[in-house]
Nanobody, 124 residues
């Protein structure tokens, strides 16, 4: 499956952005989807994940209550709504797809396919 992330940009602290990740090539609903981010000089870290039909969602503690992951299987797209953004949210955001069942979906190793990343910059 090919993944194309979009929607990043520059926003002031307290603002909002919505990231999108469009999938193509395979049956989208067969994939557990996740968002990760990587700040300069840091490891890529888990942000959020959503199950095949959207019934279950998972969040990193650092974004819980501010970010919302959702998916539209008819549009082959997963979204990340980011509210109350903070400067520490600045990073390149990547979407990822897991093609088989895993013990958990919060690690990079759980995902088989990755998008190219979209830059999110939050100014103070």
């Amino acid at each position: 499956v090919q993944l194309q992330a979009s929607g990043g940009g520059l926003v002031q602290a307290g603002g909002s952005l919505r990231l999108s990740c469009a999938a193509s090539g395979r049956t989208f609903s067969n994939y557990f989807m996740g968002w990760f981010r990587q700040a300069p000089g840091k490891e890529r870290e888990f942000v959020a994940a959503i199950s095949w039909n959207g019934g279950s969602t998972y969040y990193a503690d650092s974004v819980k209550g501010r970010f919302t992951i959702s998916r539209d299987n008819a549009k082959n797209t997963v979204y990340l709504q980011m509210n109350s953004l903070k400067p520490e949210d600045t990073a390149v955001y990547y979407c990822a797809a897991a093609g088989s069942r895993r013990p958990n979906y919060t690690t990079r190793e759980s995902y088989d396919y990755w998008g190219q990343g979209t830059q999110v910059t939050v100014s103070s």
